[in-house]
């Protein structure tokens, strides 16, 4: 079986925009763009894309090979979003919390034993999980009080919270 290369899109005439009638579509590199993808808000294109979009309204009369080509480029950069939050997440709590071991983190989020290993390298997590990560790492005690609200915390963590709350 061969393998599918994905061939950019030939250069596309200019023409009015459907959408809004004052524009026009052109062909148009998308790099620094952010855009709304699945669960993402805000995601930067940092890699050239060219596809057609209106030069008024934003509006991109995507093709199937367009549609395929922008897909594959947001769900890498979902994904490298989404791994380096988890990353950040794992070096901030080994640097503010370095006796908590790791899975004492995942047993309270409710993950098995491993699973932020995991999410480094070859799995892809939520959008909750990440929000979680984001908060605790942006604002520890908030985020783990509101955490200890919902379920009772490992040891370790528990003692850090109260640490923490003493300040």
């Not at 294109?45 to 549609?67: A, F, H, N």
Request: charged share 30%.
């Amino acid at each position: 079986m061969t393998k599918k290369t994905i061939r950019p899109v030939p250069a596309v005439h200019a023409r009015r925009c459907f959408a809004c009638a004052h524009g026009t579509i052109r062909l148009t590199n998308l790099r620094g763009l952010t855009l709304n993808y699945r669960d993402e808000p805000d995601l930067l294109v940092t890699r050239d894309i060219e596809v057609p979009r209106c030069d008024t309204c934003g509006e991109m009369p995507l093709k199937g090979s367009d549609t395929k080509r922008l897909s594959v480029l947001l769900e890498e950069l979902r994904t490298d979003r989404k791994r380096a939050t988890v990353t950040k997440f794992i070096a901030f709590a080994e640097s503010t919390f370095p006796d908590v071991p790791r899975y004492e983190w995942e047993q309270a989020f409710g993950l098995s034993k491993g699973y932020l290993s995991r999410l480094v390298t070859t799995r892809v997590m939520d959008t909750p999980l990440e929000i979680l990560l984001s908060g605790i790492t942006a604002s520890p005690r908030e985020a783990l009080h509101l955490l200890s609200i919902t379920r009772a915390l490992p040891p370790t963590l528990s003692s850090k919270l109260s640490d923490i709350a003493r300040r």
